[in-house]
């Protein structure tokens, strides 16, 4: 059976595809060069990391190099732990959790589904880059369209951590309820979105495309196989889908760091009044910024004092929904046109809200 | 690529990850990356990556795993540990097998190793603060004060986190006048600043250092003024200055002298 992973049609789009079609000779001279390619590349880098006292615009370079591999590596670290129990949880839902136990509790109308959506990141405490593989596994596990897509834009901050590090940054008030409500409205108005008549074959990439009723192996390994046999799966599954998913997470890692090493913030910073204008600040940086929905709160809250109210909620509210790294993580889970879809309508309606939030609420 | 040595390469990488972030702990480099209280999660990960390795290149389970590339019917790693495994209507993408995407990731996650090898690692420094910005627009202020108290230590105690928290905590920064500071940090200098005066920042870490944002006091110095990036000790009286309509604390420096970079370079809120 001829497979392809996701992360394959990255690479195939570049080179894969066209020397296959010109055959052998020309598929070992591309080869060849990508080898050259990379061994420069290799080489400038570690040129421009290690030399000393170099030249001033090659200094420059390496400056903004080693900004790029210490931001690089910080995001790495940050998230890897998070990414290690998403796909661990992913590989105990496919091996202990079974199709028509999962079905049985979904709600059958799509407005209790998407709210039940909404509200699961209580039973599963993950950050954004922990929840992208979990929901590609709940929808290989036949759960509905609209659930899991409210489930994977809420979660990240609709969690115990992620409330408990917003209040202790934030205190009970305005801004504490505002990402809890705004984040079930535009999940919820999302996933409705999702349910009328979208079908999973038409949204998903076929790597998360739910499993045909009694076709799953793994059904059958919920009765028979013995227990260590189950836990050594669950151990295979993580590790296939901690590379998977950890090259889409570090894709979105480089451009994050690649960005901030290159684009200054400072002129973000400056917008900090204006209605729509310091919105539309917060959220770039929401995105380029790419923190972990754990503790943006305490990020949000050095723009507290000086930004709008209506724009430290956007900050909030989309942030965990959208960034950099989940941009490319989703791409992992969606057809391309979803993934677009993804991004606007949070976007959109998160513009909305604080802007509402900005001209008629004095908060 | 075989499934064999897809398996093998992979737990190759899991492991050398494991070691890395080991090595990070052991040698102190991991506050140059992360808020030390993520600590027992960068643990957590380290040893799970090292166990899961493990599991990868356990020599038993390995020999089970068809050693051809793309053989369509030895089916994944999964499929022969598992015994039987239906392959009808089950999309295999979700666990990878031979193919071009298992290059793409396994370069992917060697990328940070790669990093590490080729680019000496070293903290965020004032080089990179151009581009980060330094927040002088009243940071670390909530409207309800009851959390995040001001701090109450002696003055010649306080970090540059905690004189900046406070200035912006005070409803009457001048109270603050007069006292001695005794700070750390690097030195920058910001074009809206006058002639004879620069900033002594540090970077202050909430979770890891992609949220890094600088923070500053400004220093007034009759010395001739160090070089910009360059770690120093600022001892004198505060009083207030400002950049833009922007009150800060500004130190009257009566001395300020070069000091080796700490091997804690960032501030914790």
């Known amino acids: 059976m001829q497979t392809k992973t996701v992360g394959a049609s990255l690479v195939a789009k570049g080179d894969n595809i066209p020397s296959m079609l010109a055959g052998a000779p020309s598929f070992a001279t591309t080869r060849r060069w990508r080898l050259i390619f990379f061994v420069v590349l290799a080489g400038s880098v570690g040129v421009l990391g290690r030399a000393p006292n170099l030249p001033g615009p090659l200094a420059l370079m390496s400056d903004r190099l080693h900004m790029f591999s210490t931001i690089f590596q910080g995001i790495f670290i940050e998230a890897v732990p998070f990414l290690l129990l998403g796909t661990l949880a992913s590989g105990i839902v496919e091996v202990f959790v079974n199709r028509e136990e999962l079905a049985r509790y979904i709600p059958r109308d799509a407005v209790r589904g998407v709210m039940a959506g909404a509200v699961l990141g209580f039973c599963f405490p993950v950050c954004e880059c922990g929840v992208v593989p979990l929901a590609r596994r709940l929808f290989n596990k036949g759960m509905p369209l609209h659930v899991g897509i409210a489930f994977l834009l ?210 | ?153 002696p003055p010649e105690q306080r970090n540059i986190l905690e004189w900046v928290r406070n200035f912006n905590y005070a409803s009457d920064a001048s109270v603050y006048a007069g006292e001695t500071a005794d700070v750390t940090g690097f030195t920058y200098f910001d074009t809206r600043l006058p002639a004879g005066q620069f900033i002594v920042a540090r970077y202050s870490v909430s979770c890891c250092v992609a949220d890094a944002m600088a923070l500053g006091m400004v220093v007034q110095s009759k010395q001739a003024a160090p070089a910009g990036n360059a770690w120093i000790r600022v001892r004198g009286p505060v009083s207030l200055a400002k950049i833009g309509d922007q009150p800060m604390p500004l130190i009257q420096a009566v001395s300020v002298e070069a000091i080796a970079e700490p091997t804690d370079p960032y501030l914790y809120p």
Request: hydrophobic letters at 55%; a positive charge.
């Open chain 1, 154 to 363: 809420a979660a990240p901050a609709l969690n115990p951590i992620v409330i408990v590090s917003t209040y202790t940054a934030f205190g009970f008030g305005h801004v504490l309820l505002a990402r809890i409500g705004l984040t079930v409205l535009i999940a919820v108005i999302c996933g409705l979105v999702f349910s009328f008549g979208a079908r999973p074959e038409r949204v998903l990439l076929p790597a998360a495309w739910p499993v045909l009723a009694g076709g799953s192996a793994s059904d059958a390994l919920v009765k028979s196989a013995p227990m260590a046999q189950r836990l050594s799966q669950v151990v295979t599954i993580a590790a296939d889908e901690f590379f998977e998913m950890g090259s889409y997470l570090l894709v979105g890692a480089a451009l994050a760091s690649g960005l901030q090493a290159l684009v200054p913030q400072s002129l973000l910073l400056g917008l900090s009044t204006g209605p729509l204008l310091s919105v539309l600040a917060l959220l770039v940086l929401a995105v380029v910024l790419s923190i972990c929905s754990t503790v943006d709160a305490f990020i949000a809250l050095a723009f507290a004092g000086s930004f709008t109210t209506g724009s430290v909620v956007a900050f909030l509210v989309f942030g965990p929904m959208v960034d950099i790294k989940s941009i490319v993580m989703y791409s992992g889970v969606f057809k391309r046109r979803t993934v677009g879809y993804l991004v606007m309508l949070p976007l959109l309606l998160t513009i909305l809200a604080a802007v509402f939030i900005n001209l008629n609420l004095n908060w």
């Open chain 2, 1 to 153: 690529m075989s499934d064999r040595m897809t398996r093998a390469s992979r737990g190759l990488v899991m492991l050398a990850l494991g070691v890395l972030m080991l090595q990070r702990i052991w040698t102190g480099t991991l506050i140059w990356f992360v808020n030390p209280r993520t600590l027992g999660l960068t643990w957590m990960a380290a040893l799970g990556m090292i166990a899961i390795a493990g599991s990868l290149l356990d020599v038993r389970k390995l020999r089970r795993v068809p050693a051809v590339a793309g053989s369509a019917a030895a089916g994944s790693t999964a499929a022969s540990e598992a015994g039987e495994h239906d392959h009808t209507g089950h999309d295999h993408a979700a666990h990878a097998h031979a193919g071009s995407g298992n290059y793409f990731s396994l370069v992917m996650l060697a990328l940070p190793l790669i990093m590490a090898l080729l680019v000496p690692s070293r903290p965020l420094d004032g080089s990179a603060l151009a581009n980060k910005g330094l927040n002088t627009a009243r940071p670390l202020v909530r409207s309800d004060a009851t959390s995040l108290k001001r701090v109450e230590k």
